[in-house]
């Protein structure tokens, strides 16, 4: 039985693929198709042919994640798996990046590429993930379009608030934590303080949320107004702006009611049972986690998302510790929210920030320990299949507590990379190592006479 491996360098509207044996030599070389019916036809029989000389033969096939351009070459490879041995998967490209650089390539095309994830299946072809049917993928694309809607109202509102601050000052007292939707139909039906100081109080009233109380007060302050902005062209600009800032608002909130309509995951009902994480994170989490299956611990679900602690040590240099941010953008984009509404809203996490923040912790450190605090709980959650219960929690910190005290109690032992040699005092070592080396003989001597009993001040 041999085993063939397919890869294919996805570009818009084509990719370029080869076809090499477990020894990395080529059995088909490389061929450019093009993304139509005719491309995939060519592709389909071109597989089928190694099956045709080799009814028991495996073939492996990769394409790299190219936001999407690689799904209808994944889609027509994947429904080969219901009659042959195929086996197809969608590769990292920072994974394929870095075997190439290890493998000292030089030069960068489609074809050198197309080989190079060749060689990256053969290689690292148990750490691959075959035959994954990816059935959030509408509702992933349904949260990026949400997300970009979110961005886009964000930077309309940035500019929204610098108009009024000229045309509608004394309105930005009404925005100081959100700009109300009352508050843009206003300014869609008076777009300046001049206009609006010339409106009567009982229309003005009929703008819901607007009061005639209200309305007489906002037209006495249009009155005595101090914006300088009151020509036509201010007018124009900054009613459109409160027009597409209130339309997207709309359409915001139709496609999120959309999108928990269609993903009604019994996971959802678990994670907003933990105060802090609405339906709307809940469901963004899973899009990302996807099954808590895929992670053997909590350990490599913070790593996957990129809120794991990492260290640099070489030599006699020690780097900061600090967050990776090598993971899931979006993941963290959302934790940094839910730790923030936890701050306010749990107890628990109110506590531990106070904790982190007496100990001297900056904010943004202390909110980063709390990213990864709340992912831990996500992941023993999601894994026991059950809600938050506070006392699960206490009892899981108490026993982490206890087993720092249990090491610490515990003799100091060897450094078992000293073992082969002691530390030389006459070793050729800069004036950082020897301090070093001289602080832990201190720390040694000092164990091993408490161990025997005497007396610090001794010592």
């Known amino acids: 039985m041999d085993v063939y491996y397919l890869a294919g360098d996805v570009s818009k509207g084509y990719c370029d693929f080869v076809i090499l044996n477990k020894f990395k030599e ?144 004394h309105l930005l007292t009404y925005c100081k934590n959100e700009v109300p939707e009352w508050v843009l139909k206003v300014v869609i039906k008076y777009p300046t303080s001049r206009i609006l100081s010339r409106s009567h109080p009982t229309t003005l009233a009929k703008i819901p949320f607007v009061t005639l109380v209200r309305a007489k007060e906002l037209i006495e302050n249009a009155k005595a107004t101090i914006g300088s902005a009151q020509d036509e062209v201010t007018e124009f600009w900054i009613k459109s702006l409160a027009e597409q800032i209130l339309n997207l608002r709309l359409l915001i909130n139709a496609q999120t009611k959309m999108m928990m309509r ?61 967050m990776s941010k090598q993971g899931s953008k979006e993941a963290r984009c959302i934790l940094f929210n839910v730790a923030k509404s936890a701050i306010v809203h749990n107890d628990m996490i109110k506590g531990l920030y106070q904790y982190y923040q007496d100990k001297g912790k900056k904010k943004m450190s202390a909110i980063g320990i709390l990213m990864h605090k709340i992912m831990r709980i996500i992941y023993g959650m999601l894994k026991n299949n059950q809600k938050y219960d506070p006392k699960v929690d206490e009892a899981n910190r108490k026993k982490f507590i206890d087993g720092l005290e249990k090491n610490k109690a515990k003799e100091t032992k060897p450094d078992k990379n000293r073992r082969l040699q002691e530390m030389d005092a006459q070793a050729p070592i800069s004036q950082r190592q020897q301090k070093k080396r001289q602080a832990m003989t201190v720390t040694a001597i000092t164990a091993q006479s408490l161990r025997k009993g005497n007396n610090i001040e001794e010592v």
């Not at 049917?133 to 509102?157: F, G, P, R, V």
């Not at 994480?277 to 899973?286: D, H, N, Q, R, T």
């Not at 053997?296 to 030599?315: A, D, T, W, Y």
């Open 262 to 322: 269609f993903c009604p995951l019994p996971e959802i009902e678990i994670l907003t049972s933990f105060v802090g994480i609405g339906k709307f994170s809940a469901v963004g989490l899973m899009l990302v986690i996807e099954n808590i299956k895929r992670f053997e611990s909590s350990k490599r679900l913070c790593s996957f998302v990129g809120i794991h602690p990492v260290s640099k040590q070489s030599g006699d240099n020690i780097f900061e510790i600090r």
């Open 26 to 169: 080529v059995v088909e070389a490389n061929f450019q198709l093009d993304d139509t019916p005719e491309g995939h036809c060519i592709l389909i029989q071109t597989v089928k042919k190694i099956f045709a000389k080799d009814s028991g033969a495996e073939v492996y096939a990769g394409l790299e994640s190219t936001g999407g351009y690689e799904n209808n070459w994944y889609s027509t490879l994947f429904n080969l798996k219901n009659n042959c041995a195929f086996y197809v998967a969608r590769l990292n490209p920072i994974g394929v990046s870095h075997h190439k650089k290890a493998n000292m390539t030089r030069n960068g095309t489609d074809k050198i590429s197309a080989r190079a994830i060749a060689e990256y299946l053969i290689d690292h072809n148990k750490k691959i993930i075959y035959n994954k049917e990816d059935t959030m993928a509408s509702l992933k694309k349904a949260w990026s379009y949400i997300a970009m809607l979110n961005k886009q109202c964000s930077q309309l509102l940035n500019q929204f608030e610098t108009g009024m601050y000229t045309a509608h000052p």
